[in-house]
């Protein structure tokens, strides 16, 4: 079964460096077993890191432990789609790339909201 993104194509990869994805496939996939629902790909800013830092999800941080180097401005990211959702309710919602983006995020956000921090379109 195919993966479709919100623009209702097929789902592009997000990123590979970082690996990102649930799965770390590169890709916001959702195959129904993912509880986040780390379905919405963006490009991360400093503003939404310390966001998601304050909001209790530090992503900025490495953890050597686990395999996760931290993340930085820039870097493409699948994010959880409650979290995007959250993060543009308070005004710090990070650019998204919408052919990345799995179409299960349309649950949490609109299209237009969507669309209105889109890198592609």
Known sequence: MSQLN???EALQPCSYDPMTGYFRTGCCENHGDDPGMHVVCVVLTDEFLVFSKQAGNDLST???QY???GLNHGDQWCLCASRWQEAFEA???PRVVLAATHLSALEYS???DLRSHAIDG
């Open 110 to 112: 609109s299209l237009a």
């Open 62 to 64: 490495p953890m050597p």
């Open 6 to 8: 919100v623009i209702g």
């Open 67 to 69: 395999g996760f180097a």
């Open 91 to 93: 005004g710090s919602a």
